[in-house]
């Protein structure tokens, strides 16, 4: 388990102390160490713990954010420079290509606006299909199609595994990485920053404030006021892999101006994902019951109008994601109230797909310099890596997807190693599959144990507070 650091008070401060490792935060921390910096990354969960948990996790082409805005510039560098920074990763990456269905005339216009603003922007191969051709492409699609707007670029990806990729990057680029420890105070003197954390103090000459949901809270221990943040829930429902033929294809309904809408999604791992509906929350908090009857319903209504025959009694799991919006935009600026803090706010969708580029931008706002070009990882660092990867062997531990102890082992050595049962799960799959951990989750747990060194009653499933036993165990002796 992590330990306390409270010596680096001792230490010349860091050049830069970033808050938050999702993908935000932790592609920032990596990439500022390509440009030679020193950095630590200070995250309050296990793990990532936001957004990046629970998202689509789908690299959209760019054709649709509003002209002007970061969503759209930094959209489109994300999306075209993701494919290399995954591959740089080790992280899954499939292009699948996407449909945007439209059901009536003024949604084809619609489709008619993005195809001539996606061409303005070089996407290359956007075309609009006929009915017909939507249905020899995807025959599952609803009949009462009219037309859909095709994008061959498209792709979906793992959003943990490459948050976490990202925070080993960092880590093998020589920052400093603090997890369960969330920034409670901050104060600024005349060399930078004094951050105070759960686990301890740090000193950092700049701060970038990649808190997602907490980043209000965030800037306001730093001296920023005004930033407003509100919580944006999402809903999902899960499909088990043996419906994965069902749908090629990313299919989208035309947008509102709040969310992208309900979709059907062909994971990178092979199942089908659908959802996310929109709820708006008056303030940052995520929601604390997950899911709602009324919302998994709306989800399920919404899917089927693109796909009327899909076999809802395959759902796997349910669960929610919180996008955090400031406003219609991302805001990434220095801040002006308080010099050295920079602001990434209001990440929401296409956070992901921008996620590598916002990383190239701040890091270019923080020190003037740009990341040089990712290069694919070699066949050995992809594979150390990504224990997923680790060649297994040995026994199986979770059956539905056919995860060894090896790989457990694996994900729970080295640099920002699972420390918790959803660590485990995220890394390796394990707990993911049709029977969602009933058959491996005591196995794991007792890996766990033995190679974090600490009794089965001090494993948690997502951190400090979600101890998964209590009172006597087998294990504690009579
Ligand atoms: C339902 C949904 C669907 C989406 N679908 C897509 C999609 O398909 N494609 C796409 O491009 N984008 C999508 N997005 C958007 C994308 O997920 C986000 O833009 C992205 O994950 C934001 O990453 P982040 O690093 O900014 O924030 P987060 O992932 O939320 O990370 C912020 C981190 O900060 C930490 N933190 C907070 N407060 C503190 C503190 N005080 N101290 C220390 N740490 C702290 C949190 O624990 C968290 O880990 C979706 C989002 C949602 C919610």
Same mark, same amino acid.
């Given at each position: 388990m992590p330990s306390r650091h409270p010596s680096w008070l001792n230490h010349a401060p860091f050049d830069a102390a970033i808050v938050g490792a999702g993908v935000v935060g932790a592609l920032t921390a990596r990439a500022l160490t390509r440009v030679g910096l020193r950095v630590i990354l200070v995250e309050a969960g296990a793990d990532p713990a936001g957004a990046t948990?629970?998202?689509?996790?789908?690299?959209?082409?760019?054709?649709?954010?509003? $002209?002007?805005?970061?969503?759209?510039a930094l959209g489109l560098a994300g999306a075209r420079a993701f494919e290399v920074t995954a591959a740089a990763l080790g992280v899954p990456f499939r292009r699948t290509g996407s449909l945007m269905l439209a059901f009536d005339e003024s949604e084809g216009q619609t489709l008619r606006h993005y195809l001539a603003q996606g061409r303005g922007r070089g996407l290359r191969g956007?075309?609009?299909?006929? #009915?017909?051709?939507?249905?020899?492409?995807?025959?599952?699609?609803?009949?009462?199609?009219?037309?859909?707007?095709?994008?061959?670029?498209?792709?979906?990806?793992?959003?943990?595994?490459?948050?976490?990729?990202?925070?080993?990057?960092?880590?093998?680029?020589?920052?400093?990485?603090? #997890?369960?420890?969330?920034?409670t105070g901050v104060e600024r003197g005349a060399a930078g920053f004094t951050i105070g954390t759960s686990r301890g103090q740090v000193r950092a000459r700049r701060l970038v404030n990649a808190a997602g949901l907490g980043a209000k809270r965030v800037a306001g221990l730093a001296g920023h006021q005004g930033l407003d943040? $509100?919580? $944006?829930?999402?809903?999902?429902?899960?499909?088990?892999?043996?419906?994965?033929?069902?749908?090629?294809?990313?299919?989208?309904?035309?947008?509102s101006p709040f969310s992208k809408g309900i979709l059907v999604v062909p994971t990178v791992h092979g199942n089908v994902l659908l959802g996310p509906n929109a709820e708006n929350l008056a303030d940052a908090d995520a929601r604390a019951n997950a899911v709602t009857r009324q919302g998994l319903a709306e989800v399920a209504e919404g899917a089927r109008r693109l796909v009327p025959g899909l076999p809802i009694d395959r759902v796997i799991a349910t669960f929610s994601g919180t996008r955090a919006v400031a406003g219609g935009d991302f805001v990434i600026e220095p801040s002006e109230q308080v010099p050295g803090l920079i602001n990434v706010v209001g990440i929401a969708s296409p956070g992901l797909t921008a996620s590598p580029a916002i990383a190239g931008h701040v890091t270019r706002l923080l020190s003037g310099r740009t990341p040089p070009p990712e290069e694919p990882a070699t066949g050995?660092?992809?594979?150390?890596?990504?224990? #997923?990867?680790?060649p297994g062997g040995g026994r199986i531990v @979770? #059956? @539905?997807?056919?995860?060894?102890?090896?790989?457990?082992?694996?994900?729970?050595?080295?640099?920002?190693?699972a420390t918790t049962l959803d660590g485990v799960k995220q890394r390796t799959r394990a707990g993911m599959g049709r029977c969602q951990g009933s058959f491996c989750g005591p196995r794991v747990v007792e890996i766990m144990?033995?190679?974090?060194?600490?009794?089965v009653s001090r494993v948690t499933k997502a951190g400090a507070g979600s101890e998964l036993f209590s009172g006597r165990t087998k294990e504690a002796g009579p």
């Open positions: 948990k629970a998202n689509s996790g789908i690299v959209h082409p760019g054709y649709d954010p509003e $002209r002007g805005t970061l969503k759209a956007l075309r609009l299909l006929d #009915r017909e051709e939507v249905l020899t492409r995807e025959p599952a699609v609803n009949p009462a199609v009219l037309a859909a707007l095709y994008s061959p670029d498209t792709a979906v990806t793992s959003p943990f595994e490459l948050a976490v990729a990202a925070v080993q990057g960092a880590i093998a680029g020589g920052a400093e990485a603090w #997890r369960e420890a969330e920034v943040v $509100r919580g $944006r829930v999402g809903e999902y429902l899960l499909l088990d892999r043996d419906v994965e033929e069902l749908v090629k294809m990313v299919l989208y309904p035309v947008p050995a660092t992809a594979l150390s890596e990504s224990p #997923r990867r680790t @979770c #059956r @539905c997807e056919g995860v060894t102890e090896a790989e457990v082992i694996a994900a729970i050595r080295g640099p920002f190693g144990a033995r190679e974090l060194g600490e009794p």
